[in-house]
């Protein structure tokens, strides 16, 4: 199945099954009506005849020649041959991630937090440092042959258990040698407990690095208060800011969540650009009915727009000659992941999970006090593999919606946990994170080809 | 009448033809009774998706040849593929090498230093592959190595059991001479690649 759409007087078509993107000029974009995929001998004549009015039957000719040249060389209205791939031999991977739910605590009441302002709703805890070593024992068992370990220290605020995640650090690392494993570690902090200690520790440990802030500081005050409900933006963004500062080439992200409050969000984009973050994320906040905030189908068309708005800001950037990396527009189109990566999407309740701070184990950080996806406990010694089952289930191909669709091999049936959320079902789609999804996917094509 | 016309000469060539094929076995199978086809595989660090380095270690300067022309052909399409772009329709991505370009390289290899692999052996083994990446490969100065890099779909475990099984079965039912594939590292080794 092909996508056609048009960005900054520029004619894309994605061709999703091969993954070929193609610019067209008009006359192809419009020939492309006509076609399904099925030609035939009288294919040619009839869209010569459907098109006459606006160009000539050369030219017609001429166009329609190349596309079919395209899809006999499969690269539109491709095959889709990898149907096969995805069965739960292929799919079932060792456990290579974990989400480290060092505490269930906040020191912020940030109004949209989905894990009910840092203890999902369990009581507020934090995580022993005996828990959290068996957190590493199990990965490192589950892992298989798997080198490369990633274990991301979240909250609540991971930093309210500093401590933990200093001596889990150094016993993962007192471990690497023996079981020929690399930790990589990753750490999402608001920074409000940020000091020079925990700056360089982070520099010196993290492989990555989130910094939450919502951009301007009339958006970031609204949402991301103390417990006090004071605004937080003069409190963080001088330690980010050092931070990064000390942070050298390593990987940081500045992340931030948008609401119905600022679907104008490019501007909170830029104000953090302006601020010295060269690389941003920028989520919606997407809870349904949980939250006011929220972004729901009524603000759909405003945040469209406001995605090709950015784009186009940010092609205006990089094509000015600065830097700056938007990771939501970052996309690999000449690679990208392995097909069975792409089949299996983001790999929750099968290669990754989280552990609470008592040591129950869940598919996803997301879902955390929710019994159902409950697959064990890291003290009691129990993982249910069974478990993994219907995640490994939950490929493109299995879900109705996703099969036939052009941005399936992009999104990978999106994220599970959403899904639950406000379908009912993991292997239902969010209708409004596909619409906001698709858009997302035609920007990066159109950013990684003008920039 | 001489003998050999009363045997038809029909029957004189069979024979002939005949004893001719016995002399390419044996001088076939001498010849390749050492040649060993070894297929290395190392981690690739920094490699996220399976991309690995595989040497190829070709025993005799014949089969590097072979290897070449074939990489030398596959090459020359593509340059011919780049300088006949589309005037309407233009594609933006487009991968070093794809999946039939790689299926050609290895029937061309094969056929030349295995004679008469099956084709759909091959074919299998290369719908495991995503894309072959050469720009990099390069020969080993002084040796009879050649490097060449590969980007694969599916789970480096998986490469080991599905691929090289299917090699190996492919070779033992179907090749005239002797020929063995060899892994040099476990498998143990082998799957971090699969991140």
Known sequence: MIHKYRFRNTNFVIDGNSGAIHIVDDISYDILDYLDGNFFDYTEEYIVKKLSDKYSREKIKEAYGEIFKMYKSGKLFSEDIHESLATEENLNSPIKSVCLNVAHDCNMQCKYCFASKGDFGCGRELMALETAKKAVDFVIKNSGGIHNLEMDFFGGEPLMNFEVVKETVKYARSLEKKYNKNFRFTITTNGILLDDEKIDFINSEMFDVVLSLDGRKEINDKYRVTRGGVGTYDMVVPKFQKLVAARGDKSYYARGTYTKDNINFSDDVLHMYSLGFKHISMEPALCGDKFESSINEKYLDGVLKEQENLCNKLIDIKLSGKNIDFFNFNIDINEGPCILKRLKGCGCGNDYVAVTPNGDIYSCHQVVGEEKFKMGNINENTFDAKLKKPFLSMTIYHKEKCRDCWAKFYCSGGCAAKNHFNCGNIMNSYDLACKMQKKKIECSVAYQYFV | ?195
Do not use: W
Request: aromatic content about 12%; overall charge positive; some cysteine.
């Open chain 2, 1 to 195: 009448m001489s003998k050999f016309k009363k045997l038809g000469v029909d029957t004189v060539v069979k024979v002939r033809n005949f004893l001719f094929m016995l002399f390419v076995v044996f001088v076939g199978a001498c010849f390749c009774k050492n040649s060993v086809y070894a297929v290395r595989v190392f981690e690739d660090a920094g490699s996220s998706c399976g991309s690995s380095k595989i040497v190829m270690g070709f025993e005799t300067k014949h089969e590097l040849s072979y290897f070449y022309s074939a990489l030398n052909r596959v090459k020359t399409i593509l340059k011919e593929r780049g300088e006949k772009q589309p005037k309407n329709v233009q594609q933006i991505n487009s991968y070093d090498f794809t999946v039939s370009d790689f299926a050609e390289l290895f029937r061309i290899h094969l056929s030349g230093c295995l004679r008469g692999s099956g084709d759909a052996s091959i074919m299998e083994i290369c719908k495991a592959f995503s894309r072959i990446v050469l720009k990099d490969s390069q020969s080993v100065p002084g040796t009879n190595f050649a490097v060449i890099y590969l980007k694969y779909d599916l789970f480096l475990e998986n490469f080991e059991k599905t691929i090289l099984n299917c090699v190996r079965e492919s070779l033992g039912e179907n090749q005239f001479f002797p020929v063995e594939f060899v892994l040099d590292l476990p498998v143990n080794q082998l799957s971090p690649v699969r991140e």
